[in-house]
């Protein structure tokens, strides 16, 4: 279920709406794309991050913001928020993919409910998005979909985030298909795809680890990420990568026998000392 104030409006701004707008990437594109002129709809779960970036947006750059709670996990998570956003009578014409988690552990610690919701946010939801939201723009002649993507959409596992890699995959896919399907159609399609970069997601315990052995140069800004993403869909490009290295790594990913670059994953990430045996979630976890 979506929460916030639904009583029509009407604007003669463009309409943006962000995923994920409560920190980090999404909070920083909110405020690039209203700075650009367009009114934005933020969408997250915390509630009060999105009244505060929704006061300070309309403060700074004099356009309307609206503050849209919802969890894009559920199964009904997408259909909902755009049910909300049509009942304030807007119109999306750039849409920004962006929210995403990390379940952290192998497959198996994790009751599947998790593992659903987290496959739901990082794939499902954002195609139903374009897909609710698409003949829209069609008819208009013009839109923009903007899809955060991540380098570990190449690698050929991700152990110890075992959805993760397979999501961004699809979304990758996705861009690119539907770039091509609708090439004339007036709306752009464009996936980013950074590897490390300084937000939120570098908190986890796997991910700490692998931070750990990486230079602090590799570690990407937000803002920079952010800019280079907007700067390819203004350009058309669909697939965006994010620095020099991050296109030699995708080559050499692309390039390099997947079976030998397991065998540096397992040592890179300290998981060949792991007991081959897994810990299977209790009763209560699987059941719930």
């Known amino acids: 279920m979506c929460t916030g104030h639904s009583s029509p ?6 309409v943006a709406l962000v995923t994920g707008a409560s920190s980090g990437l999404g909070w920083l594109f909110a405020e690039r794309l209203a700075a650009a002129g367009y009114d934005v709809v933020l969408s997250a779960r915390r509630v009060d991050r999105l009244e505060e970036l929704a006061a300070q947006i309309t403060k700074r750059f004099h356009v309307r913001a609206y503050p849209i709670a919802c969890d894009l996990g ?11 956003i049509h009942a304030r009578g807007l119109h999306v014409s750039y849409l920004v993919n962006n929210a995403g988690v990390t379940v952290e552990g192998d497959f198996l610690e994790h009751s599947w409910d998790e593992q659903r919701a987290c496959t739901q946010l990082m794939a499902l939801t954002p195609a139903e998005l374009i897909h609710l939201l698409l003949p829209d723009m069609i008819e208009r002649g013009e839109g923009r979909v903007l899809n955060v993507g991540s380098v570990g959409a190449y690698w050929p596992s991700f152990p110890g985030m075992t959805l993760y890699g397979p999501s961004k995959s699809y979304l990758l896919k996705l861009t690119r298909t539907l770039a091509l399907e609708y090439r004339d159609s007036g709306v752009r399609f464009s996936v980013v795809c950074p590897f490390l970069t300084q937000t939120a997601f570098l908190d986890g315990p796997i991910t700490r680890q692998i931070v750990a052995q990486v230079p602090r140069g590799i570690i990407a800004d937000p803002a920079d990420v952010v800019d280079q993403a907007l700067s390819a869909v203004k350009a058309g490009r669909v697939v965006q990568h994010t620095s020099l290295l991050n296109r030699v790594l995708v080559l050499a990913l692309t390039l390099v026998p997947p ?3 397991d065998r540096v994953i397992l040592r890179f990430m300290s998981l060949a000392d792991k007991p081959t045996k897994p810990n299977l979630p209790t009763r209560r976890e699987v059941s719930r």
């Open 9 to 14: 409006t009407s604007t003669a701004l463009p």
């Open 74 to 84: 559920a199964v009904d998570g997408a259909s909902m928020l755009v049910k909300e």
């Open 259 to 261: 079976a030998l670059i």
